[in-house]
C-alpha cells in the first residue's frame, strides 16, 4: 500500500499582520505607505511656534532677572534695608554761649522727657488715664499730643511730657512692665544762668512751626525740634544746633524691633562767646 500522508489541516487561524508593510510582503513585495506631507508640515510648524515662545519668554525672564538683580540691584537694595533698618535722632547739645570773661550765660543740662512708642503698641483708655494721673495732666492734652503726630512714621515716639522730675523717672522706670510703649528719653535742655538778664540778646528756644519746617533744609529738622526764636540763639542756630545723632535698630516683618546696631553719636554746637561783660550787663 502506498500510504498517502496528508497535511493535517489545523483550525488554528493565522494571526493577522499588524502593520501595513506586512500585508505587503505576503505577496513578496514591500510597499511604502504614502504620508500626508501637508500634515507633517503642520506639525513641523506647531513644534516651531512652540519652541519659539518657549524660548521667548526664556529670554524675557532672563532679562528682567538681569534688570532687576544688575542694573538696578543697588537701588532695591537701599530699599530692603531702608525696611529692614530704621534709626531714631538723637538731638544735639547745643553750644555754650560765653560772656567776654568766659563765664557761661547759656548751658545745657539733661532733661527727661516721656515719650510712646506706637508702633507695637495700643494706647487704651485705661493706660492713657494712667499716664495722665502720673504726669498730673489732663488727657485732652495728651490726646492733642498724639494727633499732632498723626501721619509721621509709626517708630518716631510721640512726646506726651517733657522735662519731668525724679519722682517721675522713678516711678515710671520701676512700673515699666505695667506702661506698654512707655519710654524715658534723655534730651539737652536749655539753662540760661542769669534768667532774663539780656535776655532781648540772648533770645531764647521755641517748637519748630510749620513756616520754619518747610523753608528748612530738608534732612536737618523734624517736627517738634527746638529751635532758636529770638535773638543770638536763632542768628547764630547754624553754629550753635550741632549735629543730630542716630540709633539705628534692626526690625522684623512686622517693624518689632530685633536688636541695636551700631549708630553714630551727636556732635554737639560750638561755643559762642560774647564781647559783653555780665557784670556791667548787671550793674546797667
Known amino acids: 500500500m502506498i500510504g498517502i500522508r496528508r497535511k493535517k489541516r489545523t483550525n488554528k487561524k493565522r ?20 504620508r500626508d506631507e501637508g500634515e507633517l508640515d503642520f506639525f513641523r510648524k506647531r513644534a516651531f511656534y512652540g519652541a519659539f515662545v518657549i524660548i521667548f519668554f526664556f ?10 538683580q544688575v542694573q538696578q540691584g543697588e537701588k532695591y537694595s537701599r530699599l530692603a534695608d531702608s525696611n529692614r533698618v530704621r534709626f531714631l535722632e538723637i538731638a544735639a547739645p547745643r553750644g555754650n554761649i560765653l560772656d567776654s570773661k568766659g563765664r557761661e550765660i547759656v548751658t545745657n543740662r539733661p532733661s527727661f522727657n516721656v515719650v510712646w ?90 517748637e519748630i512751626n510749620e513756616k520754619e519746617l518747610k523753608s528748612s533744609n530738608e534732612g536737618v529738622y523734624r517736627g517738634g525740634d527746638l529751635i532758636g526764636k529770638m535773638g543770638l540763639e536763632r542768628l547764630r542756630e547754624k553754629d550753635l544746633r550741632g549735629e543730630k545723632g542716630r540709633h539705628y535698630m534692626e526690625v522684623n516683618a512686622l517693624g518689632f524691633e530685633q536688636r541695636n546696631l551700631k549708630g553714630v553719636e551727636p556732635l554737639s554746637g560750638n561755643d559762642l562767646q560774647l564781647t559783653i561783660d555780665m557784670d556791667l550787663q548787671r550793674a546797667a
Open 59 to 68: 529670554a524675557v525672564l532672563i532679562t528682567r532677572l538681569w534688570f532687576l
Open 15 to 34: 494571526a493577522e499582520p499588524l502593520l501595513d508593510t506586512e500585508l505587503k510582503k505576503d505577496s513578496g513585495v514591500t510597499r511604502l505607505i504614502h
Open 117 to 206: 512708642v506706637r508702633e507695637d503698641n495700643r494706647l487704651d483708655d485705661a493706660l492713657l488715664k494712667k499716664m495722665a494721673s502720673i504726669l498730673e495732666t489732663d488727657v485732652s492734652e495728651l490726646l492733642a499730643r498724639i494727633r499732632k503726630m498723626a501721619g509721621t512714621p509709626g517708630h518716631i515716639p510721640v512726646r506726651l511730657a517733657e522735662d519731668i522730675d525724679w519722682e517721675k523717672v522713678a516711678y515710671i522706670e520701676n512700673n515699666r512692665m505695667n506702661l506698654p510703649g512707655i519710654k524715658i528719653k534723655v534730651v539737652p535742655l536749655r539753662v540760661y544762668h542769669f534768667g532774663n538778664l539780656a535776655s532781648h540778646l540772648i533770645g531764647y528756644l521755641g
